[in-house]
């Protein structure tokens, strides 16, 4: 079992003894999420850590984008809702990497999909943030990721 799963478990015990009902529910919601991974598909299997983080990051943006439309319709105490939220399971997540090593990770996959040929186009722009979304395991946002490539290969 995840070592991550084990500890928003335990973390919903404390938080449902300390009374916290922001953080019990959306644990509660975090698990409900990952159970209905586990069991999606074909056949049900038991997530990972890495499998736990990329639910853990759908969730937050989910939660982010709900905030945008609540904010933008006026309901901003809903809104304010979804960030605390979002706040809450961000604390699972990885440190996201600084500018500067993401610029890093897109040069180290541009040079590895260039293999010794010449430098990648924007037609190959897939197969590098393909790498780079190996390389940086969730610690990311996918469309920071495809900035940093279509200026890598644009500059």
């Given at each position: 079992?995840?070592?991550?799963?084990?500890?928003?478990?335990?973390?919903?015990?404390?938080?449902?003894?300390?009374?916290?009902?922001?953080?019990?529910?959306?644990?509660?919601?975090?698990?409900?999420?990952?159970?209905?991974?586990?069991?999606?598909?074909?056949?049900?299997?038991?997530?990972?850590?890495?499998?736990?983080?990329?639910?853990?990051?759908?969730?937050?943006?989910k939660r982010n984008e709900s905030?945008?439309?609540y904010a933008g319709a006026g309901r901003?105490?809903?809104?304010?809702?979804?960030?605390?939220?979002?706040?809450?399971?961000?604390?699972?997540?990885?440190?996201?990497?600084?500018?500067?090593?993401?610029?890093?990770?897109?040069?180290?996959?541009?040079?590895?999909?260039?293999?010794?040929?010449?430098?990648?186009?924007?037609?190959?722009?897939?197969?590098?943030?393909?790498?780079?979304?190996?390389?940086?395991?969730?610690?990311?946002?996918?469309?920071?990721?495809?900035?940093?490539?279509?200026?890598?290969?644009?500059?």
């Open positions: 079992m995840s070592a991550l799963k084990d500890k928003i478990r335990a973390d919903l015990t404390a938080a449902m003894k300390a009374r916290d009902t922001l953080v019990t529910g959306t644990l509660r919601m975090t698990l409900a999420a990952l159970t209905n991974e586990e069991v999606a598909g074909a056949q049900a299997r038991e997530l990972t850590d890495p499998d736990v983080i990329r639910v853990l990051a759908r969730e937050v943006k905030a945008q439309v901003q105490e809903l809104a304010d809702k979804e960030l605390a939220e979002a706040e809450v399971i961000s604390g699972y997540l990885p440190q996201q990497l600084a500018d500067e090593e993401l610029a890093e990770l897109v040069r180290a996959a541009v040079a590895e999909v260039a293999d010794g040929g010449d430098a990648p186009s924007m037609k190959q722009m897939g197969q590098v943030i393909k790498a780079v979304q190996a390389k940086a395991a969730g610690r990311a946002d996918g469309s920071r990721i495809s900035a940093a490539v279509k200026a890598a290969l644009a500059g």
